[in-house]
T-cell receptor, first 111, second 114 residues
Framework: KAGVTQTPRYLIKTRGQQVTLSCSPI?????VSWYQQTPGQGLQFLFE???????NKGNFPGRFSGRQFSNSRSEMNVSTLELGDSALYLC??????????FGAGTRLSVL | KQEVTQIPAALSVPEGENLVLNCSFT??????LQWFRQDPGKGLTSLLL?????REQTSGRLNASLDKSSGRSTLYIAASQPGDSATYLC?????????????FGQGTRLTINP
């Protein structure tokens, strides 16, 4: 069974641009969560989607948004990028609330 | 607000030693606790998950314990090997209905010296 797939693996953007990251969960998993990892703040929860509905949201500004499609694939979007948005963005999927399986992440660099 | 703390932040030991990594959390209302491993620049690999009703879980050379009432968990690694070098993270899932949110500690960076 394929694991969680995140694309792209690396992105370089400039301030003010927007970016879209993609996550394909493990087959059969309906819950997808997103996390931001930075050296200073560690891993922080962004939001979680289940059956195309956002169930929970972390303390991030409205520039961070996401969605989930009917096939459980999820995207997150960051608009008006800031230097502080440079981070590793991780996606995780789970089945019935148990083990969360993480993808390899997308490393975003904002210049 | 749930907070998770991992001590020490870094640990270096010679190969073959048994070691313990510590994790503490401030709110005992958790659904489960999960230990992860992260290699540099990579994603997270799940090692062990302990449900709130359980006291411990074992997988190979790894054993994780949970004392929910005191807000503590430990990860025991037996007979450490250089390949165990990585950052180890613990995360709790708060007891919020339907929420998959994990709250992470800052991790312990483990180095096993050959």
């Amino acid at each position: 069974k394929a694991g969680v797939t995140q694309t792209p693996r690396y992105l370089i953007k400039t301030r003010g641009q927007q970016v879209t990251l993609s996550c394909s969960p493990i087959s059969g998993h309906r819950s997808v969560s997103w996390y931001q990892q930075t050296p200073g703040q560690g891993l922080q929860f962004l939001f979680e989607y289940f059956s195309e509905t956002q169930r929970n949201k972390g303390n991030f500004p409205g520039r961070f948004s996401g969605r989930q499609f009917s096939n459980s694939r999820s995207e997150m979007n960051v608009s008006t990028l800031e230097l502080g948005d440079s981070a590793l963005y991780l996606c995780a999927s789970s089945f019935l609330g148990n083990i969360q399986y993480f993808g390899a992440g997308t490393r975003l660099s904002v210049l | 607000k749930q907070e998770v703390t991992q001590i020490p932040a870094a640990l270096s030991v010679p190969e073959g030693e048994n070691l313990v990594l510590n994790c503490s959390f401030t709110d005992s209302a958790i659904y489960n606790l999960q230990w992860f491993r992260q290699d540099p620049g990579k994603g997270l690999t799940s090692l062990l998950l302990i449900q709130s009703s359980q006291r411990e879980q074992t997988s190979g050379r790894l054993n994780a314990s949970l004392d929910k009432s005191s807000g503590r968990s430990t990860l025991y690694i037996a007979a450490s090997q250089p390949g165990d070098s990585a950052t180890y993270l613990c995360a709790v899932r708060p007891l919020l209905q339907g929420a998959q949110k994990l709250v992470f500690g800052q991790g312990t960076r483990l180095t096993i010296n050959p």
